[in-house]
């Protein structure tokens, strides 16, 4: 798996209804632009403004086109396990690569019915999982504990985890070999990598594909990167409304994507 992908949006005609031939002009124009990782229905996507059935229906699309040279993962959030199981099983067959789990929004689960609940998950699939722990988003953060235990019940599919919450708490679990710690969005990067990530999950990289991934890449080599410009570059796509901003570059170029659902146009 790579540790470097971009969160796209997902297309909307102006109606709030899929327009799912958008996607073909976004994977074309970051592929051209050497982006070969992407993130389908993510947080930057509005996966949780879709039903079960229009992200199904994403996955049909996507397994009739010819994507070539291009990483897929595919996100995962839904408040009950019978639905999350839909889309797993959906996406085990599927041009997908990989799966981000996102914990249940919403519900607060216990920590132990967390780990019940990806546990469960896990089952039902062969490719390789990340799991997603955005506490802003959700209202449940996992506990360095409950991480631990699920890393020590050494899923072989478990290859990362989306981490917004303190990756610090993390440093004294015993990852498995090329584990990936992605950073969820690009604000901080330079701290982030400090703080010991070693991924990025990328918002910014639709509107400077080429620039955040080298940024991303000198920050993990350790060489000199220049901070105004990374911050300047972060701060114009995030300031405001990070995927209202995303979809206007990309009608700007031309590239019909349509705007978010209400109420965040």
């Known amino acids: ?3 470097f992908n971009v969160a796209i949006p997902t297309p909307f005609h102006d109606d709030e209804s899929l327009y799912l031939e958008g996607f073909n002009s976004i994977v074309q124009y970051l592929t051209d632009n050497g982006i070969d990782s992407l993130l389908v229905s993510g947080s930057t996507g509005e996966q ?37 199981i839909k ?16 914990f249940t929004p919403y519900i607060q689960p216990t920590q132990e019915q967390a780990v019940s609940y990806m546990n469960e998950l896990l ?7 990340v799991l ?10 996992l506990s360095a504990e409950s991480f631990n235990t699920l890393i020590n019940q050494k899923h072989s599919n478990l290859v990362g985890f989306k981490e917004e919450g303190d990756i610090k708490r993390h440093h004294n679990t015993n990852l498995p070999d090329n584990f990936i710690m992605f950073a969820g969005g690009d604000v901080d990067l330079t701290q982030k990598i400090v703080n010991g990530y070693n991924g990025l999950s990328s918002m910014v990289g639709n509107v400077y594909p080429q620039e955040i991934k080298q940024i991303f890449n000198d920050l993990l080599e350790d060489k000199p990167v220049h901070l105004r410009k990374i911050n300047h570059l972060i701060n114009e796509v995030i300031d405001d409304k990070a995927i209202t901003n995303i979809k206007n570059h990309y009608n700007s170029l031309g590239i019909k994507v349509g705007t978010c ?3 965040i146009k």
């Not at 889309?87 to 996102?102: A, N």
């Open 87 to 102: 889309l797993i099983q959906k996406l085990e067959e599927s041009v997908f690569d990989s799966i981000l789990v996102q």
């Open 132 to 141: 997603y722990n955005t506490p802003f988003r959700t209202g449940f953060d």
């Open 48 to 84: 949780n403004s879709m039903s079960i059935e229009e992200r199904i229906q994403i996955i049909d699309y996507f397994n009739e086109q010819k994507f070539q040279n291009v990483e897929l993962m595919f996100g995962v959030s839904a408040t009950t396990t019978r639905n999350a």
């Open 261 to 263: 659902r209400s109420p």
């Open 123 to 129: 089952q039902h699939t062969t490719k390789n999982v």
């Open 1 to 3: 798996m790579k540790n």
